[in-house]
């Protein structure tokens, strides 16, 4: 069951090969750009696209030696398309990589792998969002207690969490759309110097209208690198994301509280020492992984300030960060997708843990009906807290005792004004939720 949402496409988007795949197809494109201008001979062209190929570890053989991976690529390339020529017969890789600077190729190709994880990352967004919407609407009447600080706070339903995180992911789709246009879809063919010195602005506009790209209106050498510190940014935003729902589901699954469980598939073990536990360690994955993809968009924000018109120390790091963090991503979206649809819920428990404080959680309708009968708000607040704390300190220390409901009716100050039947409708949880509809009128019109 686990391994129904581990996928392996987006490993493939950043392997060696996809990123040399893209690069031949840039170099192609360009070239058949140049034929039009009638730069490069049709034939020539047409014997690039039949015989153009790479090998993987040959370009590592040859960049072993060049210390310069653009240059290794390109001479394993001409390897394969000037292979079987005559000695001087003219070479047709002459014209592969024509006015261009590695630049143009990497940090091209790179928007367009972007574009391939961000397209992917799109997907599984919405699929966790649809769940929630309907896992909220699954849960639209079960009553739990709500909680702040840790602390029980006023009734509620438990549906109101799945649609809390239904529209957070609604919103982390379309931080992912706007990331995708306004920061992955571009490329830059304008060569050393971002001034077309040697290239005509054509094959750019060719190139990038064939990868689904838009040209950068004034790239330097490089396509400017707050482009991809947002793109970094909105992903550690969607890890966050997960990380709150995932939470969320390892504090419900603590044994003292255990009002939901991620799902625990057969055959699985839980500790080497403890048979009995059933720990929430994919919701703990999810939350450690999104520690790195939060940690990642730092470097994003380095890498912006390059010196002058460009300098390579942007390169390493984010050959590291982007990788890690859209393939980190993937994967937490895919266990955070699996822990939210197998999500087990016990309503019981949560009835159980809603009744556990005898009360208290009703002390602010007390206090509202207090003063609505005509009492000062500061007399009806120490009316109110004198008898909850009495209660609270008989359930800190496990003592017998009143409920808060009993309480108030023995107090003289209170039930001189707030009578049994009034006491009755202000202990009824459904008085908390009689506006509630308006969330899930709301929800309902939600679309992925």
């Known amino acids: ?252 699954q603590k044994t003292d509280t255990i009002e939901a469980e991620e799902p625990f598939a057969v055959g699985q073990k839980g500790s080497s020492a403890m048979p009995h536990k059933r720990n929430p360690i994919t919701a703990e994955r999810v939350c450690g992984l999104a520690r790195v993809v939060k940690a990642n968009a730092q470097v994003g924000f380095d890498n912006v300030a390059l010196w002058h018109e460009r300098d390579i120390s942007h390169s390493s790091a984010e050959r590291v960060v982007l990788a890690d963090s859209f393939t980190a991503t993937d994967y937490l979206l895919s266990k955070l997708e699996w822990i939210l649809d197998g999500l087990a819920a016990y309503p019981e428990n949560m009835k159980a843990n809603l009744d556990r404080t005898r009360g208290l959680v009703y002390s602010s309708r007390v206090l509202l009906a207090l003063v609505d009968k005509g009492m000062l708000r500061e007399d009806a607040y120490a009316i109110v807290q004198r008898n909850a704390m009495r209660v609270w300190d008989d359930i800190q220390h496990a003592k017998g005792g009143p409920s808060f409901r009993e309480a108030l009716a023995a107090d003289g100050d209170a039930a001189a004004v707030l009578k049994d039947a009034e006491l009755d409708a202000i202990f009824d949880p459904q008085e908390f939720l009689g506006r509630v509809d308006a969330v899930f009128e709301r929800l309902a019109g939600l679309e992925f």
């Open 1 to 252: 069951m686990i391994e129904r949402y581990t996928r392996p496409e987006m490993g493939r988007i950043w392997s060696l090969e996809n990123k040399f795949e893209i690069w031949k197809h840039i170099e192609i494109l360009a070239c058949e750009a140049q034929v039009e201008l009638g730069v490069i001979p049709p034939e020539d062209v047409a014997t690039i696209r039949e015989r153009a190929a790479f090998d993987v570890a040959r370009i590592e053989e040859i960049e072993r030696e060049t210390n310069h991976d653009v240059i290794a690529f390109l001479t394993n390339m001409a390897e394969n398309i000037d292979a079987g020529l005559a000695e001087g017969d003219p070479k047709p890789s002459r014209w592969v990589h024509y006015g261009m600077t590695s630049s143009d190729l990497g940090d091209t190709a790179l928007c367009y792998q972007m574009v391939q994880a961000m397209d992917l990352l799109i997907g599984d967004v919405r699929r966790i969002g649809e769940i929630c919407k309907r896992r909220a609407f699954e849960f639209r009447d079960t009553l739990c207690v709500g909680r702040t600080h840790g602390i029980h706070a006023e009734p509620m339903v438990f549906g109101m969490k799945w649609a809390s995180w239904a529209w957070a992911f609604w919103r982390a789709q379309h931080r992912l759309f706007k990331a995708r246009e306004l920061s992955c879809a571009w490329g830059a063919i304008s060569g050393a110097v971002g001034t077309y010195s040697n290239i005509d602005p054509y094959v750019e506009q060719y190139v990038c209208s064939e990868l689904g790209l838009a040209p950068d209106p004034a790239s330097t050498q490089v396509i400017a690198r707050d482009r991809h510190a947002h793109v970094l940014a909105v992903l550690a935003t969607v890890a966050a994301t997960a990380e709150w729902a995932a939470t969320e589901v390892r504090a419900l």
